[in-house]
C-alpha cells in the first residue's frame, strides 16, 4: 500500500493530525451510532463538565504493521474494557467494549496511509478518549458525553529509544489510596505535570512515585509500570491498588513466565529493595519497555548493573519477545493480537 510521506525512522512520540477520526455523542440517556469525521476539532460549550470538573478518561494502544504485511493491533478488548473501569469511576457512561474494538478497526482502517512501515521503529499511536460535554456549573457528572478516537504517527516515547534512562524518586504524590490512580482518567496527568517538568529541568527523564501513604513503596512512573529483574533472574512488579493496571506489564508477565521460563512476582516492591535488583524498566503502551540506568533518590545515586549503555539481558529478551509477538515474528497467545487487514 501507498503510504505517506513521512520520515518514520526519525519519528518522537508527538501529534500528528491524520485523516480520520472517530465520534459518537452519549445524550438522553444513548449512544449515537458513530461516525468518521476529518473535523480534528471539538466544539463544545463553555462550561462542559470536561472544562470545569475534569470529567474525562483516555486510553493508548497502538497499531502495528506486521513482518508479513498485515495491519494489527495488540489487546485492544483490555483498553476497551479498561475504558468502561475508568468510566464508571467518573460516573460517566459505558461505551461498550464492541463498539470501541470497532471506532478502533474503523480509524486504523481509513488511516491505513500513517501506519509505520514494519521494521521502521515506528507504530501508529490510537488515543480513544470520552468527555463530559454537557454544560454543570455545580458539582456534579456531566449528562452529555462525547467519545473520540484518533490516530497519530510515533516514534519511541523517550528520545534515545532503547538507551537507559535516568529518573528520580519523587516527593509529589500521584495518586492517593482509594483516588483515582487505578484508572485512566486525565485529571491523573494534569497534576503531574508539575512534577515532571521539575523532573527534566533537574535533569531527570521520569519520575519514580512511592506510595502516597507512606513513601517506602515504588508504585510507577507518569506514564508507565515498573518491572524488575532480581540477580537470580526473577521478574517483580509493583502491586498496588493506586496504580494504572498496565497492559503491557500483564503481557510481559505472561510472557516472562510461559515465553522465558522465568520466575514472576507481583508483590509490593520497597523502595529499600531496588539498589538490589539487576535491572529495571518502564513498561507501557508509549514507553513499550525502557530501560532504566540510573535512580536518584535525593542526591544518592542508585546505579542498575545493567548500566547506562544497554537493556539488561533480561529485559531485552522481555522487549524483543513482547515485540516480536506484536509485530508477527513471534505466534502470539490466543487473542491478543485484532488483525484489522
Ligand atoms: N501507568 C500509567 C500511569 C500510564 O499512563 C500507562 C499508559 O497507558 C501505563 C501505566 C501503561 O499501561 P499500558 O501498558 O496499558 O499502556
Ligand atoms: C500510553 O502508554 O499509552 C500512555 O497513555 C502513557 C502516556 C503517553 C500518557
Redesign the pocket.
Known amino acids: 500500500m501507498k503510504k505517506k510521506d513521512i520520515d518514520w525512522q526519525n519519528l518522537g512520540f508527538s501529534y500528528i493530525q491524520t485523516d480520520q477520526r472517530y465520534v459518537s455523542n452519549f445524550k438522553d440517556g444513548a449512544w449515537d451510532e458513530g461516525v468518521l469525521t476529518s473535523d480534528a476539532n471539538v466544539v463544545i460549550n463553555e462550561c462542559a463538565g470536561v472544562l470545569q470538573y475534569c470529567q474525562a478518561c483516555f486510553e493508548?494502544l497502538k497499531a502495528y504493521t506486521t513482518e508479513d504485511g498485515k495491519i494489527v493491533t495488540f489487546r485492544p478488548d483490555l483498553n476497551a474494557q479498561r475504558m468502561v473501569d475508568s468510566a464508571a469511576r467518573l460516573v460517566m457512561p459505558e461505551f461498550p467494549v464492541e463498539r470501541f474494538v470497532d471506532a478502533v478497526t474503523q480509524v486504523v482502517k481509513a488511516n491505513a496511509e500513517y501506519v509505520p512501515p514494519y521494521g521502521s521503529g515506528a507504530t501508529l499511536y490510537l488515543r480513544p478518549y470520552m468527555f463530559g460535554s454537557s454544560a454543570v456549573i455545580g458539582v456534579k457528572p456531566a449528562d452529555e458525553f462525547q467519545f473520540r478516537l484518533f490516530a497519530t504517527p510515533v516514534g519511541p516515547y523517550f528520545k534515545g529509544g532503547a538507551k537507559p534512562i535516568t529518573i528520580r524518586v519523587c516527593d509529589f504524590d500521584r495518586a492517593a489510596p482509594h483516588g483515582t490512580g487505578h484508572i485512566?482518567a486525565g485529571l491523573?496527568y494534569a497534576m503531574s505535570l508539575y512534577a515532571i517538568m521539575d523532573a527534566h529541568n533537574q535533569g531527570f527523564d521520569e519520575n519514580m512515585y512511592l506510595d502516597a501513604a507512606t513513601h517506602t513503596k515504588v508504585e510507577?512512573t507518569?506514564?508507565?509500570?515498573f518491572i524488575f529483574v532480581t540477580k537470580d533472574n526473577k521478574v517483580v512488579t509493583p502491586k498496588s491498588d493506586s496504580?494504572?493496571p498496565?497492559?503491557?506489564?500483564r503481557s510481559l508477565m505472561h510472557v516472562a513466565k510461559e515465553y522465558l521460563g522465568l520466575e514472576v512476582e507481583e508483590r509490593e516492591v520497597c523502595f529499600d529493595e531496588v539498589k538490589d535488583f539487576a535491572e529495571c524498566g518502564l513498561?507501557?503502551?508509549?514507553a513499550v519497555i525502557s530501560p532504566v540506568g540510573k535512580i536518584d533518590d535525593h542526591g544518592k545515586e542508585i546505579l542498575l548493573p545493567s548500566g547506562m549503555e544497554e537493556m539488561g539481558p533480561i529485559t531485552k529478551k522481555l522487549y524483543d519477545t513482547l515485540t516480536g509477538i506484536q509485530m508477527g515474528k513471534i505466534e502470539a497467545p490466543k487473542g491478543w493480537i485484532h488483525v484489522i487487514e
Open positions: 493508548g485512566k491523573n510507577e507518569g506514564g508507565a509500570n496504580i494504572l498496565s497492559i503491557t506489564r513498561c507501557g503502551t508509549a
